[in-house]
């Protein structure tokens, strides 16, 4: 099996344009020697993750550069539509890269020498924005964890994420989490919160790893609903946002069309973006009532970047639709490229 050979065409197909299917993707891989489509997915993964870094990092871009290119990097890519009994089980689905993009770009800090972390970073996506030598990353799967090691991240561990090593409490000025979702066999206890989702749990173990003064990035599943008071209905999610809200600066929870921004991953579930701000002083408050930013949903990359605000000149009216042009004159040009093979 030649996996880095397979890898550095899956890259070079990526660069020209050229569009695949499920059937060609892995009609190319049995060209390397690999057959099985656990491997081929998480490999052709690694090559998107490796393509999309590149872009990230390119400081002749201005980050709506980057952005509209990563964008145009993933309406290329293969549909990700390999499912596995381990991917199933693990309820494994990676963010798309413009997301990805956004989200480690909002924790980026000022400090001299930050630190990162990363508790459920399947094959690094969501860390693509972030530089190696800062970032520590952690995964259970095999062989996403190897896919890990094959990058120059600070460290590369494997333990289990709903229980991060107390050397961690704290630590990083920036984290990011996409954790897989499931019911938990037992609640667990967060001071007087009872959390019941696998998921939310996850989330709030990798919060604790975050300095007080730290931004974090949280991407959980479904959209946020509401009874007829205004308020988050009652159950899992409530639980979760009220402890959220109460003890961190939330600055906004984007919800996400899955079918729009999802797909080409693998999946079209509905995803919601939490965007922390650092934690609270003094602990107090609760999920807020419902408004109308919070419940208007995300459809396109140009309204996501409107909504995640990187760079606050870009919120006019005109250079919105100076965007939109780019955005769509992006999306054109690559579409001729793959016409023109």
Known sequence: MDKKGYISRIREELHNGRKHSKTTIESIAKGFGITNKNLVKEFTELAIVLNAREIAHDSSLTTYEKYLDIVALYQSQVNLSMRTSMSVLMQQYST??????????????????????????????????????????NELDDVRLENLKDQPFAKVSSWDALKPPAAYDRKFDGVITNPPFGSLSEPILFGKFKIKRLEHAMALN????????????????????????????????????????????????????????????????????????GAKSVPEGAAPLKNNLHSSVVSTHEELWDRVWLEPEHKSGETQTKNLLKLI?????????????
């Open 206 to 277: 990798a919060l604790r790893c975050m300095k007080d003064n730290g931004k974090a990035v949280i991407i959980i599943g479904g959209h946020t609903t509401w009874d007829k008071h205004g308020r988050v209905t009652a159950g899992t999610n409530r639980i979760f946002l009220n402890y959220l809200y109460h003890f961190y600066k939330v600055e906004d929870i984007i919800p996400i069309n899955g079918k729009k921004l999802y797909s080409r991953q693998g999946t079209s579930i509905n995803t919601r973006l939490v965007l922390i701000g």
């Open 96 to 137: 798309p890269a413009p997301i990805s993009f956004l989200a480690s770009s909002y924790i980026l800090s000022a400090n001299t020498i930050p630190l990162y972390l990363e508790p459920s970073a399947g094959n690094g996506l969501l860390t693509i924005a972030l530089p190696y030598h800062f970032t520590h990353v």
């Open 329 to 341: 004159a992006k999306a054109i040009q690559i579409k001729q490229k793959q016409l023109s093979k």
